[in-house]
């Protein structure tokens, strides 16, 4: 083993080399001539007082022997190990100077002519000077000494753990959000549904997902997008009056929600205005929202306030106008929500009033005379009990109750009917987590309605909802929407349409920027006691490309086919854009 120099080696001189090499050659037996020479006092090789001499005890100077004999050697220092005094060769108790002297610890007697092992060694190393640096006191001090933040200034919003939530947004008697229709006041707009079936928010990586801005106790969520392209029949009319243009679309859509530690406030608000150049009369704008408010009254007690609203345009060749237009009228229906949910352990229970209007814009024809639409005008009141168990946190069935009527503004319609009903649906369900990978809701019933007028005939049909999300793999996620109702109408004798539709849609994240989304979409129409039925179909393909976190680019192409008895309300349409989407 390979000694290295100890500090201060310099100023011991010739006697401070006798013992280094004294320790470091195995074997080398050292003697000093304490007789001649002073022996230093210091307790290292560091030492500068050469002056003080320290006795052994007795006239000679003590031997190191590398022997290993036991007790004729000086001992260093006193260690827990070593023991508490320090003896000299001949006996004698040394000086606390002594006691530190770096000679080598005693052992055991061996047949080796050396007995000093790694161990003894490092004991002779001096102690290394102080090492100076910045102090670490503020450091761990600022870690271990700093409060913890109260957690009313970083809320977190947590779902209740029992119970199954109302759907979100909850139109009555269709939960699935995705259709164009407002099943509360009974409008129906089934050629804008196949164009916009598909118009949920994409699942998006975190690592381009925005940041939103946040404002007071508020985080907002605006999105911009400009989009041009061109579209086959934007009139959506049969294909020998169709009339292309170019498509300008603007669309605007915001997204908010409350940062409390208690009750919140909510909303999804969304409008555009589609423009065709080439074909002035098919322009027409359109928009939807929900806001939600909800207050936690105590532990276990919610209040729920609903806001919405949705404008959409009729369609030219609908069989509720059957005439010829020259413009897009619009529909306008709006409404709210107050209820009261209570949870008894598993057991939620809750109870909604709603108030809908919904109003219809005249309608201009091609040869300039005005189609008063007013009498279509109406209100409708209902109220909403559901009650709903948690046998586990992969089922939750629960029974929906919906009494309403609908009241028009006019006693009767243009063609004397009066149209004012009250209707009962019951339907039962189940909001299921069969996996980590599927979840949703599905529910079927039951939907009756009674006519004031004698001449209309009552209405029975089933009621299947459904809304499910499969997340058949991390980049891979399946939406299938079905919903089914009764709607209202003006064709003269026909108490009201009986509507189905169903969307499905493949969302395929590419890259973890770039995602293609493909989908389809199924429309039955059928009028009661008229011999008017309706079949439409939709397809969708979509591709997503996110440079940042706020600019994004995307394309899509849409395809609508409508097959109508009515003479003249079938059509069909292709339809691209290409849009820079601004999600600040």
Known sequence: MRAGPIAGWRRRGLHGLILTAAVALPGTQAESQSSQAPRPAASTFGSTNPSSATGAGSTGGPTLRGSGASGDVSTGAASPSDGAVSQTDDGSAGTPARRRSLAPVARPATSAGNNRNPTD????????????????????????????????????????????????????????????????????????????????????????????????????LPVFQQSVGYDTNPDQITANRAKASLALRTEGEL????????????????????????????????????????????????????????????????????ATLSNRPIVASYGTTIGVTETFNRLQVSLRGLIDRSEFENATLSNGAILNQSDRNLNQYGLRLRASYEISPVISPFVDVLADTRVYDLRTDSNGIRRNSDGITVTGGARVALTRFVNGEVSAGLQHRTYVDPGLKDLTAPIVNAALIWTASPLTTVRLNAATGIIETAVPGSSGVLTKAVTLEVQHDLLRNLSITLGGGYLASDYDRVDITERGFSATARLDYRFNRWLSLRGSYIYQQIDSSSAGSSFSANTWLLGLRVTP
């Open 121 to 220: 060694l490092l004991r002779l190393r001096a102690i290394p000077p102080r090492r100076f640096g910045v102090s670490t006191a503020r450091p761990v001090r600022s870690i271990v000494q700093t409060p913890p933040p109260d957690l009313r200034l970083t809320p977190v919003i947590r779902n209740a753990v029992v119970g199954a939530p109302l759907p979100t947004p909850s139109p009555v008697p269709s939960p699935a959000p995705s259709l164009t229709l407002l099943p509360l006041a009974g409008i129906g707009t089934p050629g804008s549904f196949l164009g916009a079936a598909l118009r949920r928010p994409l699942a998006v990586d975190e690592a381009y997902a925005p940041l939103g801005i946040k404002l007071g106790t508020f985080t907002f």
């Open 255 to 322: 997204a908010f929600r409350s940062d409390w530690s208690s009750h919140e406030l909510a909303g999804e608000l969304r409008g555009g205005y589609l423009d065709f150049p080439d074909n002035q009369a098919a322009s027409r704008p359109n928009g939807a929202g929900t806001v939600r408010l909800r207050l936690d009254a105590n532990r276990s007690t919610t209040v729920d306030v609903e806001t919405r609203f949705l404008v959409e345009t009729q369609r030219p060749g609908s069989p509720d106008i059957n």
